[in-house]
């Protein structure tokens, strides 16, 4: 095993802390990550993406903390940590970050999934509905986002209702609609 002195030369300390992630080598790439004197936003984003797959969303909420001006991808992998978690804590921490960003960023599309998919885990149902309802481009993962969220939150005849919007579904909306059919099959089994 290589010591710290002789990771710091290697010219590839941020390609080697990426891969050491990729394979799993969470260890090896916190010590090359803590070892770094310039840490680039995509070290972070590694090592964030790596937390997140060994689910350890509290340190990707801690890296994300250090970062002073994260990008679009910093903020989605902070998005499905929090969403891992699912806590009032969470929630609100995602509120705070929400109120320092221009909304016209987080209506789009790529920032809006995943932050419908954190609401709606978080247990935020008003929330994540009226995001969906603003946003004017409203995609296939925003649908499914919601539908999942409306499963979750044992709202299948909202999720039901809005697969019935979807001009062209794909397998996992198909999937999601079955999903909520059962629930719902479930529930009336359940009262009689």
């Known amino acids: 095993m290589e ?15 990426i891969n ?5 080598d969470m260890n090896r790439a916190q010590l090359l990550f803590d070892t770094s004197t310039k840490k680039t936003l995509p070290m972070y984003g590694a090592m964030m993406k790596g937390y997140i797959k060994n689910n350890l969303p509290k340190k990707v909420i801690d890296l994300f903390n250090e970062i002073k001006d ?3 991808v910093i903020i989605i992998l902070l998005f499905n940590a929090c969403a891992q978690l699912g806590t009032t804590e969470e929630l609100n921490l995602i509120k705070r970050i929400l109120s320092n960003i221009p ?3 987080f209506l789009e599309p790529t ?3 995943p932050l419908i998919h954190v609401f709606m885990k978080c247990g935020d149902v008003t929330s994540a509905k009226s995001l969906f309802d603003r946003s004017t481009k409203k995609t296939i993962s925003m649908y499914g986002a919601m539908m999942k969220g409306f499963i979750i939150n044992n709202s299948s005849k909202q999720a039901i209702d809005l697969f019935n919007e979807i001009k062209d579904p794909n397998e996992i909306i198909i999937t999601l609609f079955f999903n909520a059919c059962a629930q719902l099959g479930t529930e009336k089994e359940l009262l009689l």
């Open 3 to 17: 010591n710290v002195e002789d990771l710091r030369h290697i010219g590839c300390h941020e390609g080697i802390g």
């Open 20 to 24: 050491k992630v990729q394979c799993g």
């Open 70 to 72: 994260p990008d679009r």
């Open 103 to 105: 909304e016209s960023l």
């Open 111 to 113: 920032l809006s999934s």
